[in-house]
T-cell receptor
Framework: AQSVAQPEDQVNVAEGNPLTVKCTYSVSGNPYLFWYVQYPNRGLQFLLKYITGDNLVKGSYGFEAEFNKSQTSFHLKKPSALVSDSALYFCAVKGYGQNFVFGPGTRLSVLP | DARVTQTPRDKVTEMGQEVTMRCQPILGHNTVFWYRQTMMQGLELLAYFRNRAPLDDSGMPKDRFSAEMPDATLATLKIQPSEPRDSAVYFC??????????FGQGTRLTVV
């Protein structure tokens, strides 16, 4: 069975500081990994994905994520946080031909 | 700008009434997902279609919920009869194969 854990309900970071939102996963076979962001009263927006290839993937709005197979992790990072990055972030995993399984979400607050 | 379109955006109905939510996937996408989002349960998969065939509806209460794809441009989610515990935001998403899914803006359902 597929599963995703986001160990932090809330992450607070000062504007300009680096941010990390953590994600670990469990899936049979090779994982397809995704990060999404949700702003209030909006749908989920795709940020980035790992399918294969380079372990460091770059996505929208300056975000990047690092795939670590041995630790089964896919942490989301950004070198310098903006107040406008404050939102709810979801990690998701899917196996080949399977549906998406989403984590519980992490609320990111970037403080001015 | 291709996007997933969901209607209605908001729906208030009385307990016992039938509710129909509609989704227009992005043209050319062959996977469609229905998710329900609540504060308590997070994002729950209700149904997953590939090439209009239902692949996974294990998360859907079968006695009152039904999901269909009459054609490639329309997916529907029906609740009959509706109950207050069905109050949530319902999201439709579409994708191509195992790549990322794109979400609609959601239907906020309130059952009173």
């Amino acid at each position: 069975a597929q599963s995703v854990a986001q160990p932090e309900d809330q992450v607070n970071v000062a504007e300009g500081n680096p941010l990390t939102v953590k994600c670990t996963y469990s899936v049979s076979g090779n994982p397809y990994l995704f990060w999404y962001v949700q702003y209030p009263n909006r749908g989920l927006q795709f940020l980035l994905k790992y399918i294969t290839g380079d372990n460091l993937v770059k996505g929208s709005y300056g975000f990047e994520a690092e795939f670590n197979k041995s630790q089964t992790s896919f942490h989301l990072k950004k070198p310098s946080a903006l107040v406008s990055d404050s939102a709810l972030y979801f990690c998701a995993v899917k196996g080949y031909g399977q549906n998406f399984v989403f984590g519980p979400g992490t609320r990111l607050s970037v403080l001015p | 700008d291709a996007r997933v379109t969901q209607t209605p955006r908001d729906k208030v109905t009385e307990m016992g009434q039938e509710v129909t939510m509609r989704c227009q996937p992005i043209l050319g996408h062959n996977t469609v997902f229905w998710y329900r989002q609540t504060m308590m349960q997070g994002l729950e998969l209700l149904a997953y279609f590939r090439n209009r065939a239902p692949l996974d509806d294990s998360g859907m209460p079968k006695d009152r919920f039904s999901a269909e794809m009459p054609d490639a441009t329309l997916a529907t989610l029906k609740i009959q009869p509706s109950e207050p515990r069905d109050s949530a935001v319902y999201f439709c998403a579409s994708g191509l194969g195992d790549s990322e899914a794109f979400f609609g803006q959601g239907t906020r359902l309130t059952v009173v």
